[in-house]
Each structure stands twice: as C-alpha cells, then as structure tokens.
C-alpha cells in the first residue's frame, strides 16, 4: 500500500540521516581540531608535513587527539603558550628550532600578529619535517667565549670538505649530532661544550655537525660551502671547565634539585668575561653559572658544582684554579688527533704508512 511505501522510505531516510552525522562531525573535527592552540603559536594553521596539513600539530595523530609529539609536549610544559624558550627549543631534534619551522625564526611573534615568514612551514614535532628557510639568527644561544683557533685544525685542507668516519663514505647519523648556527664560530663553541667532540662540519647554511664518533674523524669527502675542522680539545686547558656539557645548563649543589642560596653569590649586568673575573677574584670560588642577559652566579660552595640542571640561555662552568695543563700534553692530544686523522686517510689510499706521525706520550714527554 501508499502507506506502507511511505513508512520504509522514512525509516531509509532515518538510516541515512544516522549514518551520515557521525561521518560529519568526524570531518568537522578534522577540520577545525584545536583551533585555540593553533592561534597560540604562530602558522598554527599552516603546519605542513609531507607536503599535507596538520591541524592536530600538538598530536601525532594528523587531526588531533590521542598522544602527544614531540612539540605537543614541550607546548603543554610552556603551559600551551608560545614562549621564547619553546621557540628556541628544538623538539624533534632535526637540527632547526621550532621558530624556524613555524616562521618565527627570531622568537618575537606574539598571539594576533603576522608572523616573519608565512610559506614553507614545516612540522616542529616529527623529525621528517623540515623547513628550507634559512634562519636569521642563531636558534642555540651559547654564552661561552670563543675557543682558540689552535683548537681546530682543517681536515684535509678543511674548505670545501665534509666530515666522515672511517672511509670517504661512512657518514652514519650516529657519528654526529646536528644544530642550526648562524656562524661558524657558533658551531666550534658547541664543539666545545660537548665533552666527546672530535670535530665538526659546518656550511654556509647555518647546518652544524658535531662530531663524536669515538674513533674521531678518520676521512673527508669533497662539498662546496662546507668544511671540516678537527678538534683537539686543547681550549679545556682554562681553569673554567664546562659543566655537563655547560651550554644551556644552570649549576646545583648535591644534585640537580640542590640550590640553596647559601652557594653563591649574585651579579647582574656582567659579561662572560666578567663573571669569570670575580670568580678568579673570589679565593673560595668553585665555578659561576651565566646567563644570556648578564646574570652572574658565583659559586662558593665548599663542596664544588655537583650537578646541573638544563636550563636554555645560561651555562655553568667549574672552577679549579690548578686546572692549567703543560703546553706538551696539549701537543701530546694534538698530535694524537692528527694521528688519527691521517692514519685512517694513508690506509683509505693503500699506503703501508700506517703509523706515521704516531709515537707515545712518554716519548714526546721524554723528547
């Protein structure tokens, strides 16, 4: 009958109805998921990953919810707000801050303004994801002075050399860590602060390796704007010796929760330079903490720096007033590192000169 033809084409129409919401408040999620956080940093709605947009740029679900990535994490920490600290982290560790890829490369954009760069923006939470941009300004601050040139000596000429491991083809990823650093010697300090570096590589792009396979840097390989520089570790000599690394470190007591004020003394206004200079003046100093924007901590704890804590722009350094080293055990460590640098290139090309240049401590000591 009419009737019953029009009771199953509503209850058809029902089924449709019911089948179709679900599908389109899922799209809808798709499309506006968080959409107050994605104001809060900038590019929020133009994070690109594999050449598709991410919405869901704080999850590693492409439209949101479910676990956070790598930003998502380092966002909550920063209480879901852009901050400079959170623009100058690198979250997924790919050797480009989260300012850079999401167009704040200087870390000044605030919630309602343009950002400095709204194309090619990249995803600051998968290590996969990375921006062509060049950045303006260094993305790791580095309040440590510059290393002696001595230090670093070139490989193979070092211009127009890129760094590798035991032969002109061995470039695993485990051999080295990568930064972004807008000069050169930006990239020899971070050399420095880390206690395993052998080398580094360095481009005219801004792209820092530092190098720290154990067997150091044991051949080079030919690229235009690049260059690779040997480090003997020669500038450790200085009393004031890196703690943990020293670069985005902050000093402690026992451990790394320990920070009565009873341990050091408080400067404002002073530079590296200076905050080293009333440690040296201070006979109980045992190291100072430094930071970005002149703060000064003199350290007098009779027990010394124990422990550090991260902390980005600042770095603590240990004091030991006999921390001076003869200038031939700082010949003995440059002539090891050249060593084995020329070592493992001799036996790359064939040569049966396999220890040239190599003799041992005691010979140099006793020469």
């Given amino acids: 009958s009419i009737g019953s033809v029009a009771v199953a084409a509503l209850a058809a129409m029902t089924n449709l109805v019911v089948l179709w919401l679900p599908l389109f408040f899922m799209d809808q999620s798709k499309v506006h998921a968080f959409p107050t956080f994605q104001d809060s940093i900038p590019n929020g709605d133009r994070v690109l990953r594999g050449g598709d947009a991410w919405p869901g740029v704080g999850h590693t679900n492409q439209y949101g919810g479910g676990p956070r990535n790598a930003f998502g994490m380092a966002f909550r920490d920063a209480g879901f707000q852009w901050t ?15 300012g850079l890829e999401l167009g704040d490369p200087d870390c000044i954009w605030k919630p309602g303004a343009a950002p400095a760069r709204d194309t090619d923006i990249s995803h600051p939470g998968f290590d996969d994801s990375m921006t062509t941009a060049a950045p303006t300004t260094s993305t790791t601050q580095l309040p440590t002075e510059p290393p002696p040139a001595a230090s670093f000596e070139p490989a193979d000429g070092g211009e127009n050399r890129v760094c590798r491991g035991a032969n002109s083809e061995d470039n695993d990823k485990s051999h080295y860590s990568v930064s972004t650093m807008q000069s050169l010697q930006g990239c020899q300090q971070l050399c420095v602060g880390s206690p395993a ?22 051949a080079t390989a030919e690229a235009p704007s690049y260059q690779c520089l040997l480090y003997s570790q020669e500038s450790f000599d200085e009393p004031f010796m890196p703690a ?9 007591g026992a451990n790394e929760t320990d920070v009565d004020t009873s341990y050091y003394n408080i400067s404002g206004g002073k530079s590296l ?7 040296r003046a201070t006979p109980s100093c045992a190291g100072i903490e430094h930071g970005s924007q002149g703060y000064c901590e003199v350290w007098t704890r009779t027990e010394g720096i124990g422990a550090t804590y991260r902390a980005p722009t600042f770095a603590c350094f240990r004091y030991t007033a006999n921390g001076e080293i003869s200038q031939t055990r700082s010949l ?28 041992s401590e005691t010979e140099l000591l006793d020469a």
């Fill in 332 to 359: 003995v460590r440059r002539q090891r590192s050249r060593s084995r640098f020329l070592g493992a290139a001799l036996l790359q090309k064939g040569s049966s000169v396999h220890r040239e240049g190599r003799c």
């Fill in 84 to 98: 400079k600290s959170l623009c100058e982290a690198d979250s997924d560790q790919d050797g480009q801050s989260n």
């Fill in 273 to 279: 330079d200076e905050c080293k200079a009333i440690c």
């Fill in 244 to 252: 943990d690394g020293g670069v985005n470190r902050v000093c402690r």
């Fill in 197 to 218: 570096c052998k080398g580094i590589e360095y481009s005219s792009y801004g792209r820092c390796e530092v190098w720290t396979r154990a067997d150091g840097i044991g």
